[in-house]
């Protein structure tokens, strides 16, 4: 039996996490009481008894509860942002590569990628890859995401009944170009600058819509589409089925990949101006879904296992 402690459990990517563990046979959850959850020391003692330990809190707790494991064998899989860019830490993104995939497997040290990192990453690494972009390009993105993303605060404010209006209307935000996912959407797609980013949160509770839109009159539609296909056509949870997006009669949901574990990449446009789109869920690929796969892998279970594609 596996011994699983979740740190933060009581936030919203702990409480799915918990959610999706509990009904399993194979792992043995360590559980605190309220009050024991901000001990230090019962949080120690309960980290260094883990197999494997989440990490489910905001970057500064994140980097104090790994400074309170000492025992080597403990893996930590975090899900904030503070270890994202650590050449120490391994990037979670399975769907890298098979050197992706071979590190998790061995690693003490796994991050969660972020949640528009995601499929920014997801859009962008292919091309670079394959040598259909330069890494040079000024690549833009839009995100739009469920308001779970902002946590407890934002899923109140949001669900609160005397709320102010503004909140039904899509909002903008990371007005500065300096969002947090950044560091990683650069690093990791192999870009050699910083994309321009808006992030939009929606009146959703959970939904994923990362669109990355290219502008080059050498790059061809199928030569694109073909290198997605090539990249994540034996990867389970990636659908790349449909994707030209025929079946949506030119209009694609946001919300198509709402509580679903899985990401449809689609690719649309014309060979001067293209659009790449991934749909997914915040909550799923782009967080806790993506938590229980790295940890299947782990743990040596089918990679799908108690995911919903």
Same mark, same amino acid.
């Given at each position: 039996?596996?011994?699983?402690?979740?740190?933060?459990?009581?936030?919203?990517?702990?409480?799915?996490?918990?959610?999706?563990?509990?009904?399993?046979?194979?792992?043995?959850?360590?559980?605190?009481?309220?009050?024991?959850?901000?001990?230090?020391?019962?949080?120690?003692?309960?980290?260094?008894?883990?197999?494997?330990?989440?990490?489910?809190?905001?970057?500064?707790?994140?980097?104090?509860?790994?400074?309170?494991?000492?025992?080597?064998?403990?893996?930590?899989?975090?899900?904030?942002?503070?270890?994202?860019?650590?050449?120490?830490?391994?990037?979670?993104?399975?769907?890298?590569?098979?050197?992706?995939?071979?590190?998790?497997?061995?690693?003490?040290?796994?991050?969660?990628?972020?949640?528009?990192?995601?499929?920014?990453?997801?859009?962008?690494?292919?091309?670079?890859?394959?040598?259909?972009?330069?890494?040079?390009?000024?690549? @833009?993105?839009? $995100?739009?995401?469920? *308001?779970? =993303?902002?946590?407890? /605060?934002?899923?109140?404010?949001?669900? !609160?009944?005397?709320?102010?209006?503004?909140?039904?209307?899509?909002?903008?935000?990371?007005?500065?170009?300096?969002?947090?996912?950044?560091?990683?959407?650069?690093?990791?797609?192999?870009?050699?600058?910083?994309?321009?980013?808006?992030?939009?949160?929606?009146?959703?509770?959970?939904?994923?819509?990362?669109?990355?839109?290219?502008?080059?009159?050498?790059?061809?539609?199928?030569?694109?589409?073909?290198?997605?296909?090539?990249?994540?056509?034996?990867?389970?949870?990636?659908?790349? @089925?449909?994707? $030209?997006?025929?079946? *949506?009669? =030119?209009?694609?949901? /946001?919300?198509?990949?709402?509580?679903? !574990?899985?990401?449809?990449?689609?690719?649309?446009?014309?060979?001067?101006?293209?659009?790449?789109?991934?749909?997914?869920?915040?909550?799923?690929?782009?967080?806790?879904?993506?938590?229980?796969?790295?940890?299947?892998?782990?743990?040596?279970?089918?990679?799908?296992?108690?995911?919903?594609?």
């Amino acid at each position: 039996m596996v011994k699983v402690f979740i740190d933060g459990s009581a936030g919203t990517t702990g409480l799915r996490i918990h959610k999706r563990l509990e009904k399993r046979d194979d792992i043995t959850l360590i559980s605190l009481c309220d009050s024991d959850r901000k001990d230090k020391t019962q949080r120690k003692k309960a980290l260094n008894s883990a197999d494997i330990a989440f990490l489910c809190l905001p970057d500064e707790a994140a980097m104090e509860s790994v400074s309170l494991v000492d025992n080597p064998d403990t893996i930590i899989i975090d899900a904030s942002t503070a270890h994202r860019t650590d050449p120490d830490w391994t990037y979670g993104l399975l769907e890298l590569g098979d050197e992706v995939y071979s590190k998790v497997k061995n690693s003490k040290r796994i991050c969660i990628p972020g949640c528009h990192a995601t499929g920014f990453i997801s859009l962008v690494e292919p091309l670079i890859e394959n040598g259909i972009v330069c890494k040079d390009y000024p690549f @833009s993105c839009f $995100s739009l995401t469920g *308001y779970s =993303g902002g946590g407890k /605060s934002m899923i109140n404010q949001y669900q !609160d009944k005397n709320r102010d209006a503004s909140l039904s209307s899509p909002r903008i935000y990371a007005l500065t170009q300096k969002h947090k996912h950044l560091n990683e959407m650069k690093l990791y797609s192999n870009i050699s600058e910083y994309p321009l980013f808006n992030p939009v949160v929606l009146d959703i509770y959970s939904m994923m819509c990362v669109t990355v839109n290219i502008s080059a009159k050498e790059v061809k539609l199928d030569e694109v589409q073909k290198a997605y296909t090539k990249k994540y056509a034996n990867r389970p949870l990636f659908d790349v @089925s449909d994707i $030209s997006a025929q079946s *949506y009669n =030119g209009f694609i949901p /946001s919300d198509a990949f709402k509580d679903k !574990d899985s990401i449809k990449i689609t690719v649309t446009g014309n060979d001067e101006r293209i659009s790449l789109i991934a749909l997914y869920d915040n909550l799923g690929k782009g967080a806790s879904g993506a938590a229980i796969q790295i940890f299947n892998v782990i743990t040596g279970n089918k990679e799908t296992k108690g995911l919903n594609i």
